[in-house]
Each structure stands twice: as C-alpha cells, then as structure tokens.
C-alpha cells in the first residue's frame, strides 16, 4: 500500500481554513479517497485537554511554555493519528501544523522562529506536509469576520493588531522559503473560487 498524502491548512484566525478542510474532505470523499480530517491543537483526547489549556486559560502562559505544550500535541497527535493513517494510505487534511507554531510562537510570541520549527521538527520525527494550503488574509479584515462569528475570543484571537501581523508577515515567509510546498490563495476570493485552486494543486499530488 501506498504512503498516504498529508495536506495542512494554515493562515489567520477567520481566514476560512475550516470551510476548505470541510470542501476538501467532500471532493477528496467523493472521488474515492479516504480522508482523516483533522486539526491542532485538539485533534485527539489528549490534544483536547492541551487546546483547552493553551487557548482559554485564563492566566498567562510564558510564551516558551505555550510553545512546549503545543509542540506536545503535536508530537501525540502525528504518533497516534496522523502517521498511522498516511500508512494507510489515507489523506489527512489538518487545520494547522507546525508552520502554524512558526508564525504564532516564533513571530507573535517574539520566539526564536528556527528554534521553535527545530522543536516540532523533533516532535513529530520532521514529517512534514505535502502540501500547504496558506488562507491569506488581512488581520484586519480577519478581525471583522471574527467579530460576526464569535461571542468569545481565545487567547491568541485576542492578541492585539501588531501580534497578527507579524503573524501574517511570518507565514508569508514560510510560503516564499519553500514554494513547492505552499499554495498560497487570497482568502478574500470567493469561498468556491479558493476549493478550485486548491483542487487543482491536490490534484496533481494524487
């Protein structure tokens, strides 16, 4: 059996990556593929307690602790979920990786970005996606769509306007350093416009 295919969404908050997980899953479903659709944090039991932790606790979480436990859930999440179904030879489509961990830990969080992706690296023993979907979208224009769909923000979400563009800024790095594994798509688009853009690049890795 073949190895598996590992697609990541990555991107602002409100920047549409659980609509197009959701419109992949659909189309990869309906031409036959096995698809595990999944997210970080919060992917598995363990990964449920960590996200409940790293996104409402109340107090402060020292930034290289907030990279730590995310760099936790990651490492169970791909043991236990993700490695086992690319053996498979499934599709998991993940809402956020380690690029994700890069851009909020290494640029929001004012981290070292290679010491924070070095440290995920060695969580998940440096699998990394083959594809990567970047949602961009203005912070500002983000905010507005959270604004409509929230009545509560986590604790990175509520971080201020600097915080998220640096964040912006840090993933749109990422993109450039290694374009064959991003897709980078303007989130502005209409939502079917972006499922057929990313279609036609998964297309071409199936």
Known sequence: MSRGRFITLEGGDGSGKSTQAALLEQ??????????RTREPGGTEVGVEIRELVLHHRGD????????LYAADRAHHVATLVRPALARGEVVVQDRYLDSSVAYQGAGRVLDPAEVRSLSEWATGGLLPDLTVLLDLDPHAARARLDV????????????????????RAFLDLAAAEPERFLVVDATRPVEEIAASIRERVRGLL
């Open 27 to 36: 189309w990869l479903t309906a031409e036959g593929r096995t698809v595990v």
């Open 61 to 68: 979480i020292d930034p290289r602790a907030e990279a730590l």
């Open 149 to 168: 769909a929230r009545t509560r923000y986590d604790r990175l979400e509520a971080e201020a306007s600097e915080f998220h563009d640096r964040v912006r």
